[in-house]
């Protein structure tokens, strides 16, 4: 019988090389001028180089694409805090039962495969208002939607954390309105979830495959999903480009969250 | 310009729950009104309603002439002190008391010169640029305090906002809270279940009960001339003696037979309580002409403020005195004599 702490170190080193191994094998494949079936042992040092990278960028399909992709994932970012911050601040001032009807519509995206919503987006716009499905930022809302269940939590724990009644009545009191007690007094108290939940927004838009693919919209994942059969090396190189900021967005995140609370 | 402050007739419910009850109270212009009452009383409750954070079922709320229905919290004008710190965790003690003037697009120069102001009014001066975590409790109440100042309300509202407080500062702060309303002479409304702070700080103490007001009067009023017997539990110590009533106006101790009197009012017959305040009680020497005998149990040295608790004989029941007069000598276990000064004593049913 293995004691907890060996246990412990042991699903540890499994899960790493699980996630290391490819991880690894991709970024050789990605930045080694290498033939794939001669990776060895024997070359691990041997003739590397960012070129797929420049390679890449020099594709304008890559340009538009991750234009396309910065743009969806900031007005995707936006528009989650416009609508979270003040929505969720009013139903824990206002009603407990509007609370827990938006924390479990927040998780439904989960539930509901994007595949199914985008059909009835499609569905319910095609006929009505073409020039919502044509334009690529038609895709923002749905884009909100499948990012919620992260960034609704994250806005719900930073409003669970400051004694928000009070904040809030000492501004009205004050004269402010609700608009600028909302953004001058309730978001820079929860500026680090604020910040999370952008960050979270911002991953999973440059993440998300299925809207984009089924809406045929050229986002910087369908690129390199595309690209992989003309440029497979380039598209590697930055598909590890854009976990490497993933990661390290998270790795902001944390270090605001360890922040804020002190 | 300030202005008085008046509740009239206010009932308010949260769903089933009333949580005032015809609530009728006004206070003057540069007055200063306690609401005092258990918690659940509704004291809150009317202060919330009052500032707009809550709408009253039926019932007005006026400042001045006008009833405040009508307009939102943020345009009341009224100055708000609450019981948890309030201050904006993320803005300095500056901005903190600019915020309102802020809101009100009051100029550069407006602001500093009352910010200074208010930092000397508060005794505060220097502390600008400390952030609401780099000050004690105390302080920071009275830069909230500043704060509600700041733009000047027509009424100042304080919910409970020495009881996060130590004991000592909350003494100091109430002082200055006193000292400042004093000055300014703006009607202020000051919510508290601490009967010591309610007496210390107030023109008027309403006390309230359920819902509803019970007596309002000035401190000395209120303690002296409580209107039922649950102010003058409520309000100050009161020895709650079990009695039997031998006629109008007679009673005797439960368990002895000598009678002595009370005022007329109240139960003429059976069991019921006799309420008396503990200088209303005098011990004597033996020799004196006692009341009642018993044996001290208990002295509580307070130099100004000594009491002795008497365990009388036979009814077994302690009363407490803050009258112990010098020359008898209470020590613990002593035979003594007790009288009655029973002219302001309340007789009850009420258990």
Redesign the interface.
């Known amino acids: 019988m293995m004691s907890g702490r060996k246990l412990w170190w042991s699903v540890l080193v499994v899960v790493t090389v699980f996630y290391a191994i490819p991880m690894v094998a991709m970024t050789r494949f990605a930045f080694q001028r290498v033939p794939v079936i001669k990776l060895s042992w024997s070359n691990v040092f041997d003739k590397w180089t960012v070129a797929p990278i420049g390679e890449t960028f020099a594709d304008p399909n890559f340009r538009s694409s991750a234009l396309l992709s910065i743009g969806l994932s900031v007005a995707t970012a936006v528009l989650t805090v416009l609508l979270l911050v003040p929505t969720m601040a009013l139903a824990h001032l206002r009603s407990p039962r509007v609370r827990r009807w938006i924390e479990v519509s927040a998780v439904l995206p989960f539930v509901v495969p994007a595949i199914a919503l985008v059909v009835g987006f499609a569905g319910a716009f095609r006929g009505t208002a073409p020039l919502f499905i044509r334009n690529p930022y038609g895709m923002v809302p749905l884009l909100v939607i499948t990012a919620l269940p992260f960034t609704h939590r994250t806005i719900e724990n930073g409003l669970s954390s400051i004694d928000l009644r009070t904040l809030v009545d000492a501004s009205r009191s004050l004269g402010a309105g609700w608009n600028r007690t909302i953004w001058t007094v309730v978001a820079p108290n929860i500026r680090g979830s604020i910040a999370t939940a952008t960050f979270l927004a911002i991953t999973v838009v440059l993440g998300e495959f299925t809207i984009a693919s089924l809406l045929l919209k050229n986002t910087l994942p369908l690129y390199l999903a595309y690209a992989q059969g003309q440029n497979p090396q380039g598209a590697f190189a930055v598909g590890l480009v854009l976990t490497a900021i993933s990661a390290s967005l998270i790795g902001i995140t944390n270090g605001i969250g360890r922040r804020s609370r002190r | 310009m300030n202005r008085s402050l008046a509740f009239l007739s206010v009932t308010k419910s949260f769903g089933k729950t009333l949580a005032l009850d015809h609530f009728s109270v006004e206070v003057a212009e540069g007055e200063l009104v306690s609401l005092l009452g258990p918690s659940g009383c509704g004291k809150s409750t009317a202060l919330r309603v009052a ?3 809550e709408n009253p079922d039926s019932g007005d709320v006026m400042v001045g002439e006008s009833s405040v229905l009508g307009s ?9 002190v ?1 019981q ?7 803005l300095n003690v500056r901005e903190n008391l600019e ?2 003037l802020r ?2 697009r009051s100029s550069a120069a407006v602001r500093r010169a009352r910010v200074t102001e208010l930092l000397e009014l508060v005794r505060l001066s220097g502390l600008d640029d400390r952030l609401p975590h780099q000050l004690s409790g105390g302080q920071q109440q009275r830069v ?1 305090l500043a ?2 100042l ?2 000047e309300p027509r009424v100042l ?1 304080l919910d409970e906002p020495l009881s996060a407080l130590d004991a000592t500062v909350r003494v100091e702060v109430r002082d200055e809270i006193r000292r400042i309303q004093r000055g300014s002479g703006i009607a202020t409304l000051f919510v508290t279940h601490d009967q010591d702070e309610a007496l210390a700080i107030s023109d008027r103490v309403c006390v309230m009960r359920s819902r509803r007001v019970e007596q309002v009067g000035t401190p000395r009023a209120v303690y002296r001339y409580p209107a039922t017997p649950f102010v003058a539990r409520f309000v100050g110590r009161v020895n709650d003696l079990a009695v039997v009533v031998r006629g109008v106006g007679i009673v005797a101790l439960r368990g002895s037979t000598s009678g002595f009197p009370v005022p007329q009012s109240g139960p003429s017959s059976g069991d019921a309580r006799l309420l008396l305040r503990p200088e209303d009680v005098r011990v004597v020497g033996l020799s004196d002409d006692a009341l009642a005998r018993g044996r001290v149990e208990a002295v509580h040295f307070g130099g100004a403020t000594t009491s002795v608790d008497v365990l009388l004989t036979p009814s077994n029941q302690t009363v407490r005195s803050t009258d112990a007069t010098r020359n008898v000598r209470c020590e613990v276990g002593e035979e003594v004599g007790v009288v009655f000064d029973t002219e302001r004593a309340l007789l009850t049913r009420e258990p």
């Open positions: 500032a707009g954070f939102p919290a943020n345009e009341r004008g009224m100055g708000l609450f948890n710190y309030s201050l904006f965790p993320h915020f309102g809101v009100r909230a704060r509600a700041a733009v509202l």
